[in-house]
């Protein structure tokens, strides 16, 4: 599904690391939740999260009351995303799955 090079990169990678320093989140991640605070309707919704990488917006938005369905096409990604959502105990708010933004079901 995607092209060589962009999976080598994910793969190599650890995407939470962009996010979260030491455990602490980075600016990015409050922002960006500031802004989806704003925007989606009040919980509870259901929203989908495309291009949702290992899944930590998707949590955190479960975490507000949200039902998300989480799409990436990084197959490790989605992985790691389904472990933290089943270590967290939340499978019936979020759901994670390999998929492409530009065909989706």
Known sequence: MLDGEIDEFYARGDEE??????????????????LLERL?????????DIGGGT??????????????????P????VDRANEAINDAGIHDSVT????????LA
């Open 55 to 72: 899944g930590v917006y998707a949590r955190a938005l479960a975490d507000r009351g949200y039902v998300v369905d989480m799409v990436d």
């Open 74 to 77: 990084v197959e490790t990604h």
């Open 17 to 34: 690391g962009r996010l979260f320093v030491d455990g602490h989140a980075r600016l990015e991640f409050v922002r960006t939740l500031e």
């Open 40 to 48: 989606l309707p009040a919980a509870p919704a259901r929203v989908s």
């Open 96 to 103: 994670a799955s390999v998929g492409d933004a530009r065909s």
